[in-house]
């Protein structure tokens, strides 16, 4: 019911900043929570953020809280995740993922297996 596609990863060195953009698609985005993940492999899928239905709630991982953001554009059928002062540790596939959520104001989940919905993925390199 909802596709989602990631996009903006790439190279950047250690302290650089990147937006990655999630894009919808499904006049039903709006009743879906948001979460973005991460993974290298062979590692655990990780929780980085999530937002809310309406935008106005927000969760963090604690490794990320302070140095990314989360929003969404509804009207575009778009989740942002800015990312700024950036660490090789934060090399990984950045994934973005749909979770059905009958509420407006909880952010996502930070499981990921409460997500209904998830993109291919976009490859984010810190370089020392």
């Known amino acids: 019911q909802v596709q989602l596609v990631e996009s903006g990863g790439g190279l950047v060195q250690a302290g650089g900043s990147l937006r990655l953009s999630c894009a919808a698609s499904g006049r039903t985005f709006s009743r879906y929570a948001v979460g973005w993940f991460r993974q290298d492999p062979g590692k655990e899928r990780e929780f980085v953020a999530a937002v809310s239905r309406s935008g ?28 700024n ?12 993922a749909a979770q059905r959520a009958a509420g407006t104001v909880a952010a ?5 297996a409460l997500y209904d919905y998830w993109g291919q993925g976009t490859q984010v390199t810190v370089s020392s």
């Open 56 to 83: 106005g709630s927000t969760s963090y991982a604690d490794s990320v809280r302070g140095r990314f953001t989360i929003s969404r554009d509804n009207a575009k059928y778009t989740v942002y995740l800015q990312m």
């Open 85 to 96: 002062s950036l660490k090789v540790e934060d090399t990984a596939v950045y994934y973005c």
């Open 108 to 112: 996502g989940s930070s499981l990921s």
